[in-house]
């Protein structure tokens, strides 16, 4: 069976303090993993599609990058506005649409 | 530019009851796809369609139904409603397969007593 496994649930930083969040993913044939940011009441925003292992990818202070376990989230000099919870989710091949999300992990960053 | 709209925002329902959530997306977008989301649990996909008279059941599909007449909306259907459907449902919507699900609607929260 498909695993996402994140960690930790719930982080709390300081403005401007870095960090990564970690998504470890045991699946069979991994299509593709993406990362999502979902604010309290909202849904899920895309942020970033990985493909294959040793791929990065960056936005403002966020930069994805996968191996062949596991992906991070880094987050450089974090801001209040980046208070939010992270999904990741490992699209894999199967008899449909295979996508397995993680359960998340809540980011607070405190001014 | 509304993406992906979902209504009605919350309901509460009774056990036995029926009712339709509905979605719509004006990004004209082939692939839609209904997913719920429990507390302390990742998003499960329902249901999902891939253009318009075309849908196909995901990986918890009991107790639901979907049609998609137009390229524009995809109905999720709950004939009799059971506590366990007590959860929050979100729409999506992509332009193709490989992209995934890039838009979401922002959920229909559900109550079932």
């Known amino acids: 069976e498909d695993q996402v496994t994140q960690s930790p649930e719930a982080l709390r930083l300081q403005e401007g303090e870095s960090s990564s969040l970690n998504c470890s993913y045991t699946?069979?044939?991994?299509?593709?993993l993406f990362w999502y940011r979902q604010d309290p009441g909202k849904g899920p925003e895309f942020l970033f599609t990985l493909y294959s292992a040793g791929e990065e990818k960056e936005k403002e202070r966020l930069k994805a990058t996968l191996t062949k376990k596991e992906s991070f989230l880094h987050i450089t000099a974090p801001k209040p506005e980046d208070s939010a919870t992270y999904l990741c989710?490992?699209?894999?091949?199967?008899?449909?649409?295979?996508?397995?999300f993680g359960t998340g992990t809540k980011l607070q960053v405190i001014p | 530019n509304a993406g992906v709209t979902q209504t009605p925002k919350f309901r509460i329902l009774k056990i036995g009851q029926s009712m339709t959530l509905q979605c719509a997306q004006d990004?004209?977008?082939?692939?839609m796809y209904w997913y719920r989301q429990d507390p302390g649990m990742g998003l499960k996909l329902i249901y999902y369609?891939?253009?318009?008279?075309?849908?196909d059941k995901g990986e918890v599909p009991n107790g639901y139904n979907v049609s998609r007449s137009t390229t524009e909306d995809f109905p999720l259907r709950l004939e009799l409603a059971a506590p366990s459907q007590t959860s929050v449902y979100f729409c999506?919507?992509?332009?193709?397969?490989?992209?995934?699900?890039?838009?979401f609607g922002d959920g229909t929260r559900l109550s079932i007593l």
């Open positions: 699946v069979s044939g991994l299509r593709g």
């Open positions: 369609s891939v253009g318009a008279g075309i849908t």
């Open positions: 989710a490992a699209w894999t091949s199967g008899g449909y649409q295979k996508v397995t």
């Open positions: 990004m004209n977008h082939n692939y």
């Open positions: 999506a919507s992509s332009y193709s397969s490989r992209e995934q699900p890039q838009h």
